[in-house]
């Protein structure tokens, strides 16, 4: 699928603590605060059903703690190891669209049937209330995407599903978390621009921000693999996979979305 998206670390500065001081990145946070995260972990870990996990907690002006930990039956677990980031690739679509707003392509009142005329209600329905999950709008074939039998969708099939939908609340009235939204936002950000999903983000988002261990997956995932089938978080054929971003702060000062939006946001 095409998938995406951290927003605080995109939009905003890093915090002065570590833009400005990036040392306090190789620094070793205190012995005694290492064991209380080291007993957390552990106790997070045995009480989950997860083959491996990876932590990092940074802590302004102490420093940088990171583990990782793998069952005695699986692969151990590389400190630098990526992951598919699921529906953290919201929050990349999110800026994408945001991006659009801030050039003046269309407005967060701009509604859906500029793109999507055929979705019940569309004229009534906003970017900024795809953007907030408030639409209303229902994607029939959701329940088709849970389980270990799911499958990909592709775009056209997620816009079929909505479209022969129905709404299941006044726009705007009500909260209902809808992957498809963002399909749809994902596939709006494609038309306007003209270019792929997976395109737009590493040319305005992974390169300008130095995220150089984010990356789009365009090929196929086999559906077997659970946690990296059909994350629906752009248009659906790109997944994002990614790893803590704990260098040095590459990213400093600098800003996918103008103030403006950050503070619509």
């Not at 970017?127 to 799911?150: C, N």
Request: glycine share 6%; aromatic share 6%.
């Amino acid at each position: 699928m095409n998938a995406f998206s951290p927003a605080e670390v995109l939009s905003r500065s890093l915090p002065p603590a570590l833009a400005d001081h990036p040392e306090n990145l190789s620094r070793p946070l205190p012995e005694e605060t290492v064991a209380k995260l080291e007993a957390a972990f552990a106790d997070v870990f045995a009480r989950s059903k997860a083959a491996s996990l990876s932590v990092a907690v940074f802590l302004p002006d102490q420093g940088l703690w990171q583990a990782v930990r793998s069952r005695a039956d699986q692969p151990a677990l590389a400190p630098d190891a990526r992951f598919h980031a699921g529906s953290i690739g919201k929050l990349f679509t999110a800026v994408a669209v945001l991006q659009l707003v801030d050039e003046g392509k269309f407005g967060l009142a701009t509604t859906l049937d500029r793109w999507f005329p055929k979705i019940p209600g569309a004229r009534r329905i906003t970017i900024d209330q795809l953007l907030s999950h408030t639409s209303g709008l229902d994607d029939p074939a959701a329940q088709r995407d849970a389980g270990p039998d799911r499958v990909s969708r592709s775009p056209a099939d997620w816009v079929r599903s909505v479209e022969g939908g129905r709404s299941i609340f006044a726009p705007g009235k009500k909260w209902s978390y809808l992957n498809a939204g963002y399909v749809l936002l994902g596939l709006i950000v494609e038309q306007e621009r003209g270019l792929p999903l997976a395109q737009v983000f590493q040319s305005r988002l992974f390169e300008p921000l130095g995220l150089a261990q984010s990356q789009p997956i365009t090929a196929p995932i086999s559906p077997r693999c659970s946690s990296r089938v059909s994350m629906p978080d752009g248009a659906a054929s790109t997944r994002l996979i990614t790893r803590r971003h704990t260098g040095r702060a590459s990213w400093r000062r600098r800003r996918a979305i103008s103030s403006r939006s950050i503070k619509r946001c």
